[in-house]
């Protein structure tokens, strides 16, 4: 017997489930150091850290600068040089230059120096991912020695897709499969990588250790919950979901292989929580992130605007949220006392400032070119210009970024105004339907999130939730004067969006050809405006925007 062998037969690995930014190479060392040093004192002998940590993921055309690889590199290389401490080695993501091109790769640092490193292999180019724009494929990896343990590390796509990369890391030797990841959040998006991880695990007969990335990168809200399988199928560890930690987990090999033998085993959320905490989490480091001090919305009384002032909240503290009425003679009284609870249930600052004057002055100055015209939504269109004039020149002065509420369900129709309501730097309910938007207000009156900093208890007044909803633009206006109703229009909107169904199959579900033809017509007429609005946090399998590229100029009609 070998002195290594008994060093071998136990092995405590920390999952650095951490928020990296893309392109703060400083930070994000810092932040690996800080996490190594807390493993450390936890007694681990490795740190895996998750998909292009060091350089913050994605970092799309970032790549593409030799200056930022340099960057990534030195600081890699920095970190290997800490481990000569003794301490616990490192699984670091990073972007390499190499003589072949770019690689999205991992170095594994241990005894003050790279004693390996490994390129992902299947670089996906679907959804969200564009990878093989920047990046080339890297070759079949073989396992590394680490401390006496053969270690397969195959990076996100590679356990997603079909090359057999874990397979072949299982042919060479590979002990346990660690994987570092990438993987944006979408609802129900758990269970698709446990089904993932399971497949390779059967397939394989090693345990493997799924570590995923946390926070927003513009539309993208990366949830952690990283987890383990052991051999024998058993879910060996999970972590939380939405927040940051440091997991550490103890592997013990027998005669049947690598085992843990203890982690943690934390509560996930479920449907609108988790969707809530989506949009809080990108909401808050879209906000953080870009440096904005605080930030500024439209309170109109209505379930939209009410709900992204909630998550604004709970995200930034009521200190930094300021919330403004804008009425002008359609807007009701119901309304004006409905965002005046809601800003005090939240505690914002609340402001009122009428448009009549900017909106009649609009008015004025159009009437010569307007005379004999019959008055339409033209000039609804002018009461939503004026407000998001107002909105962003508050922006201007105060530095606070404009937050813009339409929901999907509007965004797919076309139900919002160019320069008015659309202004705005980020929209936290970009990819929830209307329905999803009452689903969350009910959620969040009765729940307080983790990590909310926002109040507890009843925050999106009850008649704000039962009235229906207006843009209040003109007299008794409801938004089903133009529009069907809204679980009508939801169905047949994931059924075009998401599901890409044929009108036929829409139909066949039980709902009118006319409707179905109509709101298909609307949902490609509006991609232009679409084209001009803001990001907002990734919910849905197929967001507007990276997920669905759909030309302005459109033609085709499913006749």
């Not at 996490?35 to 895996?48: I, K, P, S």
């Amino acid at each position: 017997m070998t002195q290594e062998e008994p060093e071998s037969r136990a092995l405590r690995i920390a999952v650095a489930q951490i928020n990296p930014t893309v392109g703060d190479v400083v930070q994000n060392l810092a932040k690996a150091r800080e996490a190594r040093a807390e493993a450390a004192r936890e007694g681990a002998d490795l740190v895996l850290f998750t998909e292009l940590f060091m350089s913050g993921y994605p970092p799309e055309d970032l790549v593409l600068k030799p200056a930022f690889l340099k960057a990534c590199l030195r600081a890699v290389e920095a970190l290997a040089a800490d481990t000569a401490d003794g301490g616990p080695g490192v699984i670091m993501g990073f972007p390499r230059q190499a003589e072949r091109g770019r690689h999205n790769s991992v170095a594994v640092l241990d005894g003050g120096k790279i004693v390996a490193v490994r390129d992902k292999v299947d670089l996906p180019n679907y959804g969200e991912f564009d990878e093989k724009r920047v990046f080339v494929a890297g070759e079949i990896p073989g396992p590394v020695n680490f401390r006496g343990v053969r270690l397969g590390i195959p990076i996100c796509e590679d356990i997603w897709g079909d090359l057999g990369v874990c397979e072949t890391l299982a042919e060479s030797g590979a002990e346990i499969l660690l994987s570092p990841n990438g993987s944006p959040y979408y609802r129900g998006k758990v269970d698709v990588r446990h089904q993932v991880v399971l497949r390779q695990v059967i397939e394989t007969g090693l345990p493997m250790i799924y570590a995923n990335q946390l926070g927003g990168q513009d539309e993208l809200v990366f949830d952690g919950a990283s987890f383990g399988f052991n051999a024998d199928r058993a879910l060996a560890f999970q972590m939380s979901q939405f927040e940051k930690a440091i997991a550490v987990t103890d592997w013990r090999k027998g005669q049947d292989g690598w085992r843990c033998t203890n982690g943690p085993m934390a509560r996930l959320p479920e449907k609108e929580e988790a969707d809530y905490c989506a949009c809080v989490l990108g909401f808050r480091d879209y906000v953080n992130k870009n440096g904005f001090k605080s930030v500024v919305l439209g309170l109109s009384g209505g379930i939209d605007s009410a709900v992204c002032a909630a998550i604004a909240v709970d995200a930034l503290g009521e200190e930094r949220v300021r919330t403004v009425m804008l009425p002008y003679r359609y807007t009701s009284e119901e309304s004006l006392k409905d965002a005046a609870d809601c800003a005090r249930a939240l505690g914002t600052r609340y402001d009122i400032v009428p448009i009549a004057e900017p909106v009649e002055g609009f008015l004025s100055s159009l009437s010569e070119l307007f005379e004999g015209t019959e008055e339409g939504i033209t000039e609804e269109n002018l009461q939503s210009r004026a407000r998001g004039t107002i909105l962003m020149a508050i922006s201007n002065k105060f530095g606070a970024m404009v937050v813009t509420t339409g929901n999907k369900s509007e965004m797919s129709v076309g139900y919002a105004t160019l320069y008015g309501d659309m202004n705005g730097g980020f929209n936290p309910i970009k990819d929830l339907y209307k329905m999803q938007v009452y689903a969350i207000a009910d959620w969040r009156n009765r729940n307080l999130p983790p990590n909310a900093l926002g109040p507890s208890g009843e925050v999106i007044p009850k008649n704000i939730i039962a009235k229906a909803p207006s843009a209040e633009l003109r007299p008794n206006q409801s938004d089903q004067d133009s529009l069907p109703p809204y679980p009508v229009l939801d169905d047949i909107l994931e059924c075009l969006v998401e599901q890409e169904m044929s009108v036929e199959d829409i139909v066949a579900r039980g709902h009118d050809v006319a409707t179905v033809h109509r709101v298909e017509h609307l949902l490609y007429l509006a991609e232009y405006k679409r084209r001009q609005s803001a990001p907002g946090v990734k919910i849905t399998r197929k967001n507007f925007g990276r997920d669905r590229r759909y030309p302005i100029t459109n033609r085709f009609r499913d006749r």
